[in-house]
């Protein structure tokens, strides 16, 4: 199999079978991010696409997914992501959908029915970084794209009846500007209709630009109690009927449940966590996972 760097995927994903069809990220310039620096980005030649199928014809495991490899392989045009799945059926006529990573710039050179048209082929489950809907925050971490893109490119989704999956990166704005993060970002999501909304913290490490901003002073990181207030902000203010998903490793409190059903109790689980342990407390918790 050609892996030009390691599997890449939402935790859900893992009993995916995987396939690279881009290396490296389109973008790569986010301050905060780490991943894919090892691997400029490329698209993968289908002669390479193709010897991968039939290697993984010969595991004679009939796996229902792919997901595809590669920081945002929803980049590619129409015209070549439906060239994948005819490859895919071809060769794994067993696979029923197939997933990966995009970004919101990803959708400029789609259009709905052309999505349309790519959900009949397969394609479901497609994970959006969104991180943030508030411009402020998209500038300053190079994210590449305005708040004002978010909702007309994703409701070509949504037009097209295709699922989809959101990322909300909470820590983002740094300290002091949770709330305001929380609102802007949970405004622009009220006019989606994602499946899930998977929740990360934001970890700021040593080889990013974002860290060389801590050490000059142009960025101070969100203490956790900020943290779990913005979370908090963000789940009164979201409307939509959603599945939240705040399970991963960066969040220490982490929370699963649809809204509305659950919503007013993952509030409740959020704020008393916030009064039992204070921040004190809630920085000693990190410093304990951190130290595993």
Same mark, same amino acid.
């Given at each position: 199999m050609h892996f030009a760097s390691s599997i890449v *995927? +939402? +935790?859900y994903e893992g009993g995916s079978a995987y396939l690279q069809i881009t290396s490296g990220c389109s973008h790569n310039a986010c301050k905060f991010c780490t991943y894919y620096k090892d691997a400029p980005f490329s698209v993968s030649p289908e002669s390479e696409i193709i010897e991968d199928l039939k290697e993984m014809r010969s595991y004679g495991i009939p796996f229902p997914r792919i997901w595809l490899q590669g920081a945002d392989p929803f980049i590619l /045009? $129409?015209?070549k992501l439906y060239r994948v799945a005819e490859l895919i059926h071809t060769y794994l006529p067993f696979v029923k959908t197939i997933g990966g990573y995009g *970004?919101? %710039? /990803?959708?400029?050179?789609?259009t709905a029915d052309q999505l349309k048209i790519l959900k009949d082929m397969g394609y479901s489950g497609i994970v959006f970084g969104v991180e /943030?809907? %508030? %411009?402020?925050?998209l500038s300053y971490q190079h994210k590449g794209y305005s708040a004002d893109e978010i909702v007309p490119q994703l409701s070509k989704m949504d037009e097209a009846g295709m699922r989809y999956e959101v990322i909300f990166l909470s820590g983002l704005g740094g300290k002091g500007y949770g709330p305001d993060h929380a609102r802007k970002t949970a405004e622009i999501f009220n006019q989606l209709h994602p499946d899930r909304v998977m929740i990360s913290g934001l970890t700021i490490f040593p080889d990013t630009p974002l860290m060389q901003d801590v050490k000059r002073g142009k960025f101070q990181e969100a203490t956790e109690g900020e *943290? !779990?207030?913005?979370?908090?902000? $963000?789940?009164?203010d979201l409307k939509i009927d959603t599945l939240i998903d705040a399970t991963n490793a960066s969040i220490i409190t982490? !929370?699963?449940g649809r809204i509305p059903e659950r919503k007013q109790d993952m509030i409740d689980r959020l704020q008393r966590i916030y009064d039992v342990y204070g921040e004190k407390g809630l920085r000693r918790m990190r410093e304990s996972l951190q130290a595993i």
């Open positions: *995927r +939402p +935790p /045009s $129409f015209q *970004r919101v %710039d /990803s959708l400029r050179n789609k /943030s809907g %508030d %411009d402020r925050i *943290r !779990i207030l913005e979370l908090k902000e $963000f789940l009164q982490s !929370i699963y």
